[in-house]
């Protein structure tokens, strides 16, 4: 049941400055129990409950929204995964009486039916601006009329992941690695997402049960050349403890599966799901990897930074995924203050990924060009450890594909010449070496600047 909005007091700036809406009336919430209302009584119940039962941190925009729009519930409640999954943002009815939508913004919203619907968590909306639909945030979780129009070369599937399927949700195209789709569900949906055609309501087209899950892992026991596993989905860490533990020690139990990793955008929609609970239960099956999904520095808040700590503090090496998306992060000096936010998170910058080809993602994409313009930008003029790797991951199942600037000049004799980031000219001693000799015949020839 989605909570039931009504009315608020006068706007108040957060810790950013930004204001929330003004509404002319309290707020009040409504859930399975009934209205809540907060009286001196549940005040002192949430402090207690915010400082003793689960110690997680609340940032004070995050307090303000709850001011605004949850004034019924606990710090508690709020920091509870189960309440965030539970009282997701679903229905128009209930965006738009915390956020003021677009005309554009309203009718996508009530469009988008099946696959791919709109979801938010109560924590993530909170990130996002109520005024503001060019806010990066607000770009990627509130569909707009762009979802509907389908460019040429764009595909439901473009990875191709559905011709690489071995057994149902388990992809096996690199030799020695296997992509495990646990489930269809994300607390928060992307609207750009990779997968949009497997999640939401698909009519039972794609189904997730632990058999099915047994099913894969017979398969990755009947292939030794398997030595790493990486679940996703939807997002893995979206699976309650008890189950999500049956698979990993399930997959343990195989000998030649070297490590498995996790695709998660959790830690960013849903910080509170990083229970210690979880992290005691991950870190008995190490070696255990985690690749974060971030889009833009303002997801790094205290509560995101929180999770990030605890998992990290559990043992878990952390890489970020970031999809280079148009008016959102193509920007140098904004992808630089994500990984460097990053860095300081013990989360290293990983892939790079040009946006993929899927149906309705035409708004969201730059040009190839813009990716390895931003890298050129990092590299040389930021740490090494910031600097991601740029990729395609290329259409029909081909697989990631590093994109670099181009360093090297050509060929002098025995020299290499190479160009630093800063545009000088260097020689480099390789006798009997063939690289750059491509470049010299084209420069030439008058068909390279």
Known sequence: ??????????????????????????????????????????????????????????????????????????????????????????????????????????????????????????????????????????????????????????????????????????????????????????????????????????????????????????????????????????????IGDDKLEWLLKRLRSIPHLEFIRIGTKIPVVMPQRITKSLTKMLRKYHPLWMSIHFTHPDELTPETVEACARLADAGIPLGSQTVLLKGINDDVEVMKQLMHRLLKARVKPYYLYQCDPVSGSAHFRTSVEKGIEIIKGLRGHTTGYAVPQFVVDAPGGGGKIPLLPDYIVGRDGDDLLLTNFEGGLYRYPDPGGSTGLAQQVLRESGFAA
């Not at 700036?13 to 509404?23: A, D, E, I, Q």
């Not at 949430?46 to 940032?59: E, G, I, N, Y």
């Not at 020695?176 to 497997?198: A, E, H, I």
């Open 1 to 238: 049941m989605q909570p039931e909005l009504s009315g608020s007091d006068d706007p108040e700036p957060s810790s950013t400055g930004r204001r929330f809406p003004r509404r002319t009336a309290p707020l009040k919430i409504t859930h399975p129990g009934g209205v809540i209302t907060e009286t001196p009584e549940t005040k002192k119940h949430d402090s207690r409950k915010s400082t003793v039962v689960q110690r997680f941190p609340v940032s004070e925009q995050t307090r303000a929204f709850i001011r605004r729009y949850y004034p019924g519930v606990t710090l508690g409640e709020w920091n509870d995964w189960k309440w965030q999954v539970r009282n997701r943002v679903r229905h128009v009815e209930v965006l738009e009486k915390i956020v003021n939508l677009t005309e554009d913004e309203r009718a996508s919203v009530l469009k988008r039916t099946g696959n791919l619907p709109i979801a938010i968590t109560p924590y993530y909306l909170s990130l996002l601006s109520p005024d503001n639909p060019q806010q990066p945030l607000r770009m990627t979780h509130i569909p707009v009329g762009g979802e509907f129009v389908r460019t040429p070369g764009e595909d439901p599937d473009p990875l191709g992941e559905e011709h690489s399927t071995a057994t149902p949700g388990l992809v096996h195209r690199y030799p020695d690695r296997v992509l495990f789709l646990t489930t269809g569900f994300c607390s928060t949906y992307c609207r750009y997402c990779t997968r949009s055609r497997m999640v939401g309501e698909t009519n039972g087209e794609y189904s997730f049960s632990t058999s099915q899950w047994e099913k894969a892992a017979q398969y990755i026991e009947a292939h030794p050349e398997i030595r790493d596993c990486l679940l996703s989905g939807g997002d893995p860490l979206s």
